[in-house]
């Protein structure tokens, strides 16, 4: 298995609330690799054949709940080329954390 940092995870880096679309950014530093794979605490959830730039794959979770909080990794079909792990936390809904934001205020 080649060291990580060759294929790169980009996540949301503000925070992620229930019902929001997250898109998982798959991109790769060298070579050319078609097929890719997506997995959620080390389970494969998504493997999918590239369109467009060869180094760059896109996976979009929608509407996303506390369920699809956890530990997202890419790698090429063959898992020769690995990212290291990113945690995906979710958050409740805005309009839940505007009610708990007022109450605090009052």
Same mark, same amino acid.
């Given at each position: ?39 959620? @605490?080390?389970?494969? #959830?998504?493997? @999918? #054949? ?12 929608? !509407? ?33 954390? !505007? ?8």
């Amino acid at each position: 298995m080649a060291p990580d940092g060759d294929i790169i995870l980009k996540t949301q880096a503000s925070p992620v609330f229930t019902d929001d679309d997250v898109t998982l950014c798959y991109q790769h530093q060298s070579g050319k690799h078609k097929q890719t794979s997506f997995f959620k @605490n080390g389970a494969l #959830i998504d493997s @999918n #054949i590239s369109s467009g730039s060869d180094r760059v794959v896109k996976m979009t979770l929608k !509407n996303v709940t506390r369920e699809d909080e956890g530990f997202y990794r890419c790698a090429s079909y063959d898992r020769q080329l690995q990212s290291p792990e990113s945690w995906l936390s979710v958050r409740p809904d805005r309009g839940q954390l !505007n009610i708990v934001t007022l109450l605090c205020v009052l």
